[in-house]
């Protein structure tokens, strides 16, 4: 089994995943806030978050080539790694059955619709 990952860990990789050849900096950042709503993400924690990735294997980056745009500067590029699907993976069947757990209790909570749980909680007398 994979290396467990923390929920905002999840949300970087999903961006990088999602964003596919375009999975950099600002875009992972503008992918993650989306992600995440309503809760804020500041850049900083996207690029500090991006380095533990890469420092555990699960994700790998490299430098394009200079661009005019970006006065003559490069942008550092990402992409999931073996290791870093596999956890994604693993994390997302982890949220799934959590989900229909959920789900199985409260009705289809993404409707809107919630309904009483199936059984009372004790209540200390």
Same mark, same amino acid.
């Given at each position: 089994?994979?290396?467990?990952?923390?929920?905002f860990?999840q949300?970087?990789?999903?961006?990088?995943?999602?964003?596919r050849? #375009? +999975?950099? !900096?600002?875009?992972?950042? &503008?992918?993650?806030?989306q992600? @995440?709503?309503?809760?804020?993400i500041?850049?900083?924690?996207?690029?500090?978050?991006?380095?533990?990735?890469e420092?555990?294997?699960?994700i790998?980056?490299?430098l394009s080539d200079p661009?005019?745009?970006r006065?003559?500067?490069s942008k550092r590029?990402?992409?999931? #790694? +073996?290791? !870093?699907e596999?956890?994604? &993976?693993e994390?997302?069947?982890? @949220?799934?059955?959590?989900?229909?757990?959920?789900?199985?209790?409260?009705?289809?909570?993404a409707?809107?619709?919630?309904?009483?749980p199936?059984?009372?909680?004790?209540?200390?007398?």
């Open positions: 089994m994979s290396e467990s990952l923390g929920q860990e949300i970087i990789l999903t961006a990088i995943l999602s964003l050849d #375009e +999975a950099y !900096g600002v875009t992972i950042h &503008e992918k993650a806030v992600l @995440a709503t309503p809760r804020k500041s850049p900083g924690a996207v690029y500090i978050t991006l380095d533990r990735l420092d555990k294997g699960l790998s980056s490299w661009t005019p745009e006065g003559g500067r590029f990402y992409r999931l #790694e +073996a290791l !870093g596999r956890a994604l &993976e994390s997302a069947a982890t @949220a799934r059955r959590v989900w229909e757990t959920v789900a199985e209790i409260w009705g289809d909570v409707e809107g619709v919630r309904r009483r199936k059984w009372s909680p004790a209540r200390p007398r």
